[in-house]
């Protein structure tokens, strides 16, 4: 069974911020839904999306092979 996820959600299984999953968005970068005024996520297209290897590499936090964002602000030019 497919789990729909919130912001927090999200943020907590990509180990991430709250902020990092809302700029994804904002961009589309990422898979989502808007319900009224609310974004959701569901959990197998956000796997997809990082087999797929869409997924910028930020930095990686865990060790294993998957490449998950993480926050790593970077200066604008």
């Known amino acids: 069974m ?6 927090k959600e999200l943020a907590a ?7 990092t999953v809302r700029r994804y968005v904002m961009a589309k970068k990422i898979p989502y839904h808007k319900i009224d005024r609310m974004v ?3 959990l197998s297209e956000i796997q997809e999306w990082i087999k797929s290897g869409k997924v910028k590499k930020c930095g990686v936090k865990n060790k294993g092979n998957a490449s998950l964002p993480v926050d790593e602000e970077k200066p604008n030019d």
């Open 40 to 42: 959701r996520f569901w």
């Open 2 to 7: 497919d789990q729909l996820l919130n912001v």
């Open 13 to 19: 299984y990509l180990k991430c911020t709250e902020q």
